[in-house]
């Protein structure tokens, strides 16, 4: 273990989580988190995850397939989707948000919202339920103005009283749980939530592993001092070594060597913001030598990268970015170079290969590349 570099970590990094499975659900399972976004820059972000792990995956699938699949839209260290047996301990004994604790007659609300769901199919769609409880307008999170059944029925999702069933055309569409309701010790969620973190992101550093713990507690803080402990507690938990002065971990059924160097194959990959390889931005500069900025929500002026950047993986080096729309049913893909572009034959055919699969996975029947 003392003689394992960063690039053997980078290498195991890709090979671990760029796999292919048959379906969606296997996918999912394996993974274990999928995070959801609702950009669409030309597809959401778990679209744009899982079609480098789905065979024959196009956009929308996972939407389309999710009301049948054993899996749950849930907040984890951010929204996604989870197993149910997850779900279950991360829903177990969270107490209410404050906004609902403090509200007139919560007990009450609550059980109204419940009883409308039961009065219509086991389902709750906001707009209806605003219309039918006559709800007032409040400031949302983000200081703009939202319906108060709204903001209601995702502070009971957030607690395991309602999931999402389903969604139209990218709304949530709320209904009864499906997950029953378990009674695990603060211990028993964090032991789960870290085995999970470290499945789907490894291999991390320390100080990665520690600010992801943050963003759990940021929803459950009454986990913190069972994280604090779980953390003290790594070594005994996961592989791990030290390089370059850093602690690393990965699953304890993985074994890296430091023989595990290899020229890796010739496929490009454009990635999501939050694919695993590169949700971690300090474990991407490490491994690959810039600093990948999400610019979303940066005024276009201030943008370097651009509203949407994907990151181009080249063998085991992210040589790049892409800018991807679709004008008029056409495919566009903006691309831009960390240093220039890898000039080897090989590179320009492996490009044009993820042009084309991406294309086919948008519904396109072409594509243009500028540069």
């Known amino acids: ?28 399972d394996r993974l274990g988190f999928v995070q959801i976004d609702p950009i669409t820059a030309p597809a959401t972000a778990q679209d744009l995850i899982l079609r480098h792990r789905v065979a024959g995956y196009r956009k929308g699938d996972v939407e389309r397939a999710y009301p049948e699949l054993a899996v749950e839209e849930a907040y984890f260290i951010n929204h996604g989707y989870v197993s149910r047996e997850l779900a279950a301990l991360l829903w177990s004994n969270k107490p209410l948000s404050a906004s609902l604790q403090e509200m007139t007659g919560c007990d009450e609300v609550m059980a109204r919202v419940l009883q409308f769901a039961h ?63 378990v009674d695990a010790s603060a211990a028993v969620v964090v032991d789960a939530a870290l085995t999970a973190l470290v499945q789907v992101y490894a291999p991390l550093t320390k100080r990665s592993l520690t600010l992801i713990c943050r963003l759990l507690t ?48 010739g496929a490009v990959r454009l990635l999501a913001p939050f694919d695993p390889l590169v949700w971690d931005r300090d474990r991407f500069e490490q491994f690959f ?26 063998r085991d080096a992210c040589v790049g970015w892409a800018n991807v729309s679709v004008v008029d049913g056409v ?26 699969d991406m294309a086919w996975f948008l519904g396109c029947a072409s594509w243009v590349m500028q540069v």
């Open 1 to 28: 273990m003392s003689h394992l570099t960063l690039d053997i970590l980078r290498q195991h990094a890709i090979k671990r989580t760029l796999f292919t499975s048959p379906t969606v659900i296997e996918t999912l």
């Open 119 to 181: 009065d219509h199919g086991g389902e709750v769609l906001p707009k209806a339920l605003n219309l039918h409880m006559g709800l007032k307008s409040i400031t949302n999170a983000w200081g703009g103005q939202g319906q108060e059944g709204t903001h209601i029925v995702q502070r009971m999702h957030s607690s395991g009283l309602l999931r999402i069933v389903r969604r139209e055309k990218g709304m949530r569409v709320y209904g009864l749980p499906v997950v029953a309701r």
């Open 218 to 265: 940021s929803s459950r803080p009454d986990l913190k001092p069972a994280v604090q402990l779980a953390l003290r507690g790594l070594d005994e938990r996961f592989n791990g070594a030290e390089v370059d002065g850093v602690r690393w971990y990965w699953p304890r059924a993985e074994v890296l060597s430091a023989d595990g160097f290899e020229t890796m194959e």
């Open 289 to 314: 030598g810039w600093s990948y900025k999400f610019e979303a929500y940066k005024p276009a002026h201030a943008r370097q990268l651009g509203y949407y950047a994907l990151p181009m993986l080249w």
């Open 331 to 356: 495919m566009h893909a903006s691309l831009g170079y960390v240093k220039s572009k890898p000039r080897e034959k090989a590179f320009r055919i492996a490009l044009e290969q993820e042009l084309t």
